[in-house]
C-alpha cells in the first residue's frame, strides 16, 4: 500500500516567509510525528499526534513553529518569519497507535533551504 | 532524561567482514529499542526492534541486534558486510517521553 508521503519534497524560501509542509500518513495510522533532520546531525523530535491532539508540543524549537492535524490524517507543520537556521530536512512519520512497540514509516522528507 | 548515544560517527568495514554498530540508552522503566537506516536520498526505514524476550533480535537484511540489559546496550550486528550496506544508522529508544533517536553512525563497507 501507499506509505507516508510529504510535500513538498524541496522548498527554498526567503529569510522572513511563512512555508507550510504537507504529511499524509499510511491510511489508518492515527499516530503521526515530525522531526527534524540538520546536515551532519541525528533526528530532533518536533511533535508528535494521537488523532488530531498534540498531547506534547514541547519539541517546537520556537514559537514561530506550529502544527495541526485535521480528520486524523492530514498533518501540516507551518513555519512563520523563517530564518536561515530552520534550513534542514523536515521527516513526518506515522506509526498504527501511540505504543511503544510500534516501529514508525517515515516519508521522504521535506528539504527546506531559507535563503 | 531519556536520552540515546552512539560513540562512533563513523564504521568502515570490509565487504565480508563482520560489522557492530554501537548504541547505548537510558531510559526509566523498560526500554522499546529500534534501529533504522537512511540510505542515500531516502526516508529511513525500520530494521528491527526489541521490546520483550529474547535478547537477541533478527531484522531486515540479515542484521541483528543484541539487547543487554546491564549495559544498557542495543548493539547492532550483521556476520558478513555487504557493499550495499554502506548508509546511515539511527538507533532509537522509545519510553514515557517518547521516541528518542542518536544521531547517527555512518556505516561505509568497502569492496
Known amino acids: 500500500g501507499a506509505g507516508v508521503s510529504q510535500s513538498p519534497s524541496n522548498k527554498v524560501t526567503e529569510k522572513g516567509k511563512d512555508v507550510e509542509l504537507r504529511c499524509d500518513p499510511i491510511?489508518?495510522?492515527?499516530?503521526l510525528y515530525w522531526y527534524r533532520q540538520s546536515l551532519g546531525q541525528g533526528l530532533e523530535f518536533l511533535i508528535y499526534?494521537?488523532?488530531?491532539?498534540?498531547?506534547?508540543k514541547s519539541g517546537l524549537p520556537s514559537d514561530r513553529f506550529s502544527a495541526e492535524r485535521t480528520g486524523g490524517s492530514v498533518s501540516t507543520l507551518t513555519i512563520q518569519r523563517t530564518q536561515q537556521e530552520d534550513s534542514a530536512v523536515y521527516l513526518c512519520?506515522?506509526?498504527?497507535?501511540?505504543?511503544?512497540?510500534?516501529?514508525?514509516?517515515f516519508g521522504p522528507g521535506t528539504r527546506l533551504t531559507v535563503t | 532524561a531519556q536520552s540515546v548515544a552512539q560513540p562512533e560517527d563513523q564504521v568502515n568495514v570490509a565487504e565480508g567482514n563482520p560489522l557492530t554498530v554501537k548504541c547505548t540508552y537510558s531510559v526509566s522503566g523498560n526500554p522499546y529499542l529500534f534501529w533504522y537506516v537512511q540510505y542515500p536520498n531516502r526516508g529511513l526505514q525500520f530494521l528491527l526492534k526489541?521490546?520483550?524476550?529474547?535478547?537477541l533480535v533478527k531484522g531486515s537484511y540479515g542484521f541483528e541486534a543484541e539487547f543487554n540489559k546491564s549495559q544498557t546496550s542495543f548493539h547492532l550486528k550483521k556476520p558478513s558486510a555487504l557493499v550495499s550496506d554502506s548508509a546511515l544508522y539511527f538507533c532509537?529508544?522509545?519510553?514515557?517521553?517518547?521516541?528518542?533517536f542518536g544521531a547517527g553512525t555512518r556505516l561505509t563497507v568497502k569492496p
Open positions: 532509537a529508544v522509545r519510553g514515557g517521553e517518547g521516541m528518542r
Open positions: 499526534f494521537q488523532g488530531n491532539s498534540a498531547p506534547d
Open positions: 491510511s489508518g495510522h492515527t499516530a
Open positions: 526489541y521490546i520483550t524476550g529474547d535478547n
Open positions: 512519520a506515522s506509526s498504527p497507535g501511540l505504543g511503544g512497540s510500534y516501529e514508525q514509516y
